[in-house]
C-alpha cells in the first residue's frame, strides 16, 4: 500500500461515523478521515490546535519482545507527523501490536512498524500530509540525482502516495536510499538500535515472493508505546 515501503495509509475512524464529528480538523494540520478504508483500531482524531507546536523533542519508548526501542521525535522538523504520533502514542494504539516487515535490499534496511492489524494494510482512520525532508544529502552515483540517504538510525513515516500519512512508520537500521518522498520525524537512539541491529541479524522469513523483504524472523511485538520526556 506505499509506494516503496508498503501500508502507512490513513483510514478511516469509526469514532467519527454517526457522532456529528467533522470530517476534517479545523486546525492547520487538517486530520481527515478516509471513510473508504475502516480504522484498524478505533481512535479519535488528533488534537489540532490553531498552532501546532513545532518545539522541543519529545520522547518516546517503544517497549518490545525483542528490547528497547527510545526515540527522540522533532518537532520542528515535522509538527503535525509529532502531534498525531503522541496523539496515537497516547491512545495505546500501538500497544500490542507486531512489526510486520523488515527489509535487507542493499539500499533499503528498515523495519516497518505501526498496524494494528499486523498485514501491512491498516491505519488509524485518518490521513494527513506530508511534511518532507529537505536536508537529506544526495545518494551516490544515482543517475537520476531525485534519490536521497536516509541514514541509519531515521524515523520516518510509510506512506501509500503523496499525503497519505497515517500510522505506520519505519526504522532506518542502515543508511537506505529513496526518494524524499516520507516524512522524517526523529531519530533512533544508540540503545534502540542495538535492538534493531539483534532484529535485522535475525533475518527475514522466508516466503516466495521475496528473500529480501517481509516479516522478521525475530518476532518484533511492541508491547508498550509511552512517552517519557
Known amino acids: 500500500m506505499m509506494a516503496v515501503l508498503g501500508g502507512g495509509v490513513a483510514q478511516a475512524s469509526p469514532s467519527a461515523e454517526g457522532t456529528g464529528a467533522p470530517d476534517t480538523t479545523r486546525g492547520p494540520c ?13 481512535v479519535p482524531l488528533p ?14 519508548l517503544l517497549r518490545t519482545n525483542q528490547g528497547p526501542v527510545p526515540l527522540v521525535l522533532d518537532r520542528a522538523q515535522a509538527p503535525c507527523t509529532v ?4 496523539h496515537l502514542v497516547r491512545k ?12 535487507a535490499y542493499p539500499t533499503l534496511k528498515v523495519l516497518q512498524c505501526g498496524d494494528p492489524s499486523n498485514t501491512g494494510e491498516g491505519g488509524p482512520g485518518y490521513r494527513y500530509s506530508d511534511e518532507l525532508p529537505t536536508d537529506l544529502a544526495p545518494a ?20 501509500a ?8 512508520f519505519f526504522l532506518v537500521t542502515s543508511d537506505s ?10 531519530r533512533i537512539t544508540p540503545a534502540g538500535l542495538a535492538t534493531l541491529d539483534k532484529v535485522a541479524a535475525g533475518g527475514i522469513v522466508p516466503n516466495p515472493d521475496s528473500e ?12 508498550r508505546a509511552k512517552r517519557t520526556c
Open 83 to 86: 502531534q498525531s504520533f503522541l
Open 140 to 159: 551516490p552515483n544515482d543517475p537520476t540525482g531525485l534519490r536521497r540517504i536516509y541514514p541509519r538510525g531515521t524515523l520516518a513515516m510509510a506512506n
Open 177 to 186: 536510499v529513496l526518494r524524499p518522498n516520507y516524512t522524517v520525524f526523529g
Open 92 to 103: 495505546k494504539f500501538y500497544d500490542d501490536t507486531t512489526c510486520h516487515r523488515l527489509t
Open 30 to 42: 487538517a486530520y481527515t478521515v478516509t471513510p473508504d478504508e475502516p480504522a484498524a483500531r478505533p
Open 161 to 168: 502516495g503523496p499525503d497519505t500519512n497515517g500510522s505506520q
Open 47 to 60: 488534537p489540532d490546535p490553531r498552532h501546532t507546536p513545532d518545539r522541543g523533542h519529545p520522547e518516546v
Open 212 to 223: 529480501v523483504d517481509g516479516r522478521p524472523a525475530l518476532t518484533t511485538d511492541i508491547e
